[in-house]
């Protein structure tokens, strides 16, 4: 099982931005989606709302799944339920800026998979962030992924790195 603590260290494992729609050096697929930063996403002091940066997971969810994984959750049988989410600052952004968020899957099983979440602007991580999801039918019961999605979230997986100690 995944132990909470391991995530962050595979986030920062994974710092290195690829094209977008290439494959990296660690034969995976790392999806990519621009946001723009508007006013309305931040506070009197100009810094981004945190919770835009849980918005922010849920539409690249949904994005990677259209585009790459299915173009139609329900007619593939369910949906994707948010079973843990985490989000962590690691500089702060502000309007006018382009967020670059990058999606990789981690732990990929038969019902679950994590989403690891990187927001860039320049190159640079400005937030860190992951979801534990599990697929469920149309009646909200857990359930395997349909037939032929799993290999296609598996496309997008990251391995776990070797940790020192």
């Not at 050096?25 to 990519?32: I, L």
């Not at 329900?74 to 670059?100: I, S």
Request: hydrophobic letters at 40%.
């Amino acid at each position: 099982m995944l132990m909470r603590d391991v995530i962050p260290q595979v986030l920062n494992h994974a710092t290195a931005m690829p094209e977008p729609g290439s494959l990296d050096a660690g034969g995976h697929k790392t999806f990519h989606h621009a946001i723009d930063i508007y006013l309305k996403d931040s506070n009197a002091f100009m810094n981004t709302y945190f919770a835009r940066y849980f918005e922010w997971q849920g539409i690249c969810r949904e994005r990677w799944f259209h585009e790459c994984i299915h173009d139609n959750l329900l007619a593939a049988g369910g949906v994707f339920v948010t079973k843990r989410a985490h989000q962590e600052y690691v500089e702060e952004t502000f309007p006018f800026q382009r967020v670059d968020c990058y999606l990789n899957t981690f732990q990929v099983r038969r019902c679950s998979a994590y989403l690891l979440f990187r927001f860039c602007v320049g190159g640079k991580p400005v937030s860190l962030g992951y979801q534990q999801i599990v697929f469920a039918d149309r009646k909200k019961r857990i359930s395997r992924f349909p037939a032929g999605i799993i290999e296609r979230v598996k496309e997008y997986e990251l391995a776990l790195p070797e940790f020192a100690s």
